[in-house]
């Protein structure tokens, strides 16, 4: 609201410090040692635990990553502002998503963060771009009348829309076949906001044709808060997690990490092949949350984590390699890590962080999840994460050969580092995947408290 106030050029000129100085204050208050009670000025029924600041502190890395990229990309300055407004109403709609306690202004501000992305998507306002905002529109669209039918559904037997209230009125008659269909609609409705087969469709052409700056925060964060994390809480907090909805679960997730993966691998197109991996990976959270002990929802809480961190990497660094050569076309690249040493040797540890190489961060939250698959007897899906962990190693390193290795072409001489604003958060992300991964026994001590959280 300040920023859209008079002194409309005075504004324009604050409006990326304003933005830096909110996303660095939230992902401050989140590392800091600082009491999570306070008392809002509008009285929502808010919930601060471990599980939200680890989301709140996702959010903030990733607008930060967004807000460098989008201050270097876009060049025309009503773009930019617009952008800015836009990048800070996602960050409300996110927020209000990962602090609520009822579903109903779960789904309120679930919306809030989709309208925001819909006219992100289409910033440029060209062809593709707003096929894929319109394709978006119509999923999103479909998710708010299962989501809206659900919650209806609830009301019905509980009276209230409180996390609470519903949970103890489903935990009295949760065999009822109307009970069964509400949270059946519901996880349906969070499946297509989250992107997971075999709802996916709008997500490939969103993520590739929007502008970078956008493509990193939808990767980044945005569906994992309005598909993956609200799906954690709705499922945990809410409705009774027991057997159909484990292996619910466990099978879209498991149907998403080896579809994505596929999928991935026959890509040419620089951002669609992120998006494909996006799907996949994210099917390892899911299958992690399925699988339903301590352990195996504490690795996909904390792979929803390292996922934010290392695909908002790789997004960035496509963004750096489409600006330099004007395409993301991988098969017209190669040996750009030449020309550009900062994306190239990042882009490496992004790679190897996915693939879940040791001791980069996404080691240890897909080691975690694996373990807990094969200890809990789900040993074929155990087999099914490693197989599509092969596979991930497989289409990056395809990645990493078509783009940044081997000789530059004659095409590519004035190619070279894209400068500052990409440059810092590429190297803060790949610090972080550094330090998460070799901290992690110290991280680990820290969270012990989230498996209990969710009911584990």
């Not at 996006?278 to 339903?292: A, D, H, N, P, R």
Request: glycine content about 8%; overall charge positive; aromatic content about 12%.
């Amino acid at each position: 609201m300040i920023l859209n106030l008079p002194f409309k050029r005075l504004m324009r000129k604050a409006a990326f410090f304003l933005c830096l100085a909110i996303f660095v204050t939230q992902v401050l208050w989140v590392i800091l040692p600082v009491s999570a009670s306070f008392e809002p000025i509008f009285h929502f029924n808010l919930i601060i635990d471990d599980l939200s600041r680890i989301v709140l502190f996702c959010i903030g890395i990733v607008l930060f990553a967004a807000l460098f990229v989008g201050e270097h990309v876009i060049r025309d300055e009503d773009q930019k502002f617009n952008f800015l407004s836009l990048l800070l109403i996602a960050l409300a709609g996110m927020n209000g998503v990962v602090m609520v306690k009822d579903v109903f202004s779960l789904y309120v501000f679930l919306e809030i963060t989709a309208v925001a992305s819909f006219v992100l998507i289409s910033l440029y306002r060209d062809k593709d771009a707003l096929e894929a905002a319109f394709k978006y529109l119509v999923m999103s669209a479909v998710a708010t009348v299962l989501m809206l039918s659900s919650i209806a559904l609830l009301m019905l037997f509980s009276g209230d829309t409180s996390f609470s209230a519903i949970n103890a009125a489903i935990m009295t008659s949760h065999h009822s076949s109307l009970i069964m269909i509400a949270m059946g609609l519901f996880i349906c409705g969070l499946f297509i906001k989250g992107g997971l087969m075999p709802f996916h469709g709008w997500l490939p052409d969103a993520y590739s044709a929007a502008p970078s700056p956008v493509s990193i925060l939808l990767a980044g964060i945005v569906t994992k808060t309005v598909g993956v994390y609200a799906l954690i809480r709705i499922v945990s907090l809410v409705f009774v997690f027991d057997n159909p909805i484990k292996y619910l679960l466990m099978f879209v997730g498991a149907l998403s990490i080896v579809f994505g993966a596929l999928a991935a691998l026959g890509q040419s197109d620089f951002k669609r092949m992120l998006a494909y991996s996006s799907i996949s990976q994210v099917g390892y959270i899911i299958i992690g949350l399925g699988c339903g002990t301590p352990l195996s929802i504490f690795g996909a809480i904390f792979h929803l984590l390292n996922h934010s961190i290392f695909k908002t990497l790789l997004f960035v660094n496509s963004a750096a390699v489409e600006l330099e050569t004007g395409s993301r076309d991988m098969d017209k690249m190669s040996g750009l890590a030449e020309k550009m040493p900062i994306t190239g040797v990042t882009s490496v540890l992004a790679v190897l962080s996915t693939a879940g190489i040791p001791p980069l961060s996404g080691f240890w939250s897909k080691l975690i999840i694996i373990l807990a698959l094969w200890v809990s007897g789900y040993r074929v899906y155990a087999v099914i994460a490693v197989a599509a962990s092969v596979i991930t190693l497989a289409y990056f390193l395809s990645m990493q050969r078509r783009v940044f290795w081997g000789k530059p072409g004659k095409e590519f001489n004035n190619v070279k580092e894209t400068g500052f604003m990409l440059a810092f958060p590429s190297l803060i992300l790949a610090f972080l995947i550094i330090a998460i991964g070799i901290l992690f026994p110290f991280l680990a001590r820290f969270y012990t408290s989230l498996p209990g959280i969710l009911g584990g």
